[in-house]
């Protein structure tokens, strides 16, 4: 079953025409990663997806209904969990007041369970937001997004700025999810440490998608995705 199809999405930011026909698909269970340079396209891909910059051609369809023109919030109730770029946590709450603020969505997601499944958000419970390492804030803002029992969980570069230590222990985040039934679409610029958890990848260059694979055809094709992604480790 389709999690989410995107298909011919044409956006704009006033005339500036960014998506030219973009079409990709997550599939139930499936952990999807969307690569490609700066510019390329990607967030405004997961804006057109999420309902905060509509698309002016094409259609969203999320859990089987058409979302394309949908509000925002009413595709959060719906069951798509946005973590945008930059880790918006509350700098000047605890970890454990930021996990608070979501609104609830009923499912299998609660504060204890993050802290049992992430116990270095549980460490750092009393501590406040802008004392967190970025890893750490990533994780805020990932448990953040899971306690809205999410059915698809979108996740702008989570690794971006991040050790590559941290970046295994936040993408152990994203398998964690995948292994609850949640499915994710992942954009990265972090081509060897997205493919190693995605099942399929895609790639976008200049609006366009240019590639599409499964994790076994990336592996063959890894030279030329990783020129096409601008890839540089
Ligand atoms: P990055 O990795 O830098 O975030 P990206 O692949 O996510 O890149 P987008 O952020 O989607 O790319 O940007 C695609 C293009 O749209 C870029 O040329 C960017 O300059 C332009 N753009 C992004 N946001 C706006 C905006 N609000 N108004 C006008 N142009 C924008």
Not at 19 to 38: A, I
Not at 103 to 126: D, H, M, N, V
Not at 179 to 189: K, P
């Amino acid at each position: 079953m389709s999690m989410l199809e995107a298909e011919g999405l044409h956006t704009f930011y006033g005339k500036s025409h960014i998506l030219h026909g973009v079409g990709l698909e997550v599939r139930e269970g499936e952990v999807v990663t969307l690569l490609g340079r700066n510019g390329a396209g990607k967030t405004t891909t997961l804006r057109s997806i999420a309902g905060l910059t509509h698309a002016r051609e094409g259609v969203v369809r999320l859990f089987g209904k058409v979302t394309t023109d949908w509000p925002p919030f009413r595709i959060a109730g719906l069951g798509l969990g946005y973590v945008p770029e930059g880790r918006r946590i509350f700098s000047t709450l605890t970890v454990d007041e930021n996990l608070r603020v979501p609104a609830e969505r009923p499912g299998p997601w609660s504060i204890p369970r993050i802290y049992q499944l992430f116990p270095r958000l549980a460490e750092r419970k009393t501590n406040k937001g802008r004392q967190l390492s970025g890893g750490e804030q990533e994780m805020l803002a990932i448990a953040r997004a899971l306690l809205l029992n999410p059915k698809l969980l979108v996740l702008d570069e989570p690794s971006q700025g991040l050790a590559p230590l941290i970046v295994q222990e936040v993408f152990k985040v994203v398998t964690t999810a995948r292994d609850e039934g949640i499915s994710v679409l992942l954009v990265e610029q972090n081509v060897r440490a997205a493919v190693a958890v995605a099942d399929r990848a895609y790639v976008l260059d200049d609006g366009h998608i240019v590639y599409e694979g499964s994790a076994a055809e990336f592996a063959k094709d890894e030279e030329r995705v990783r020129a096409l992604a601008g890839a540089s480790a």
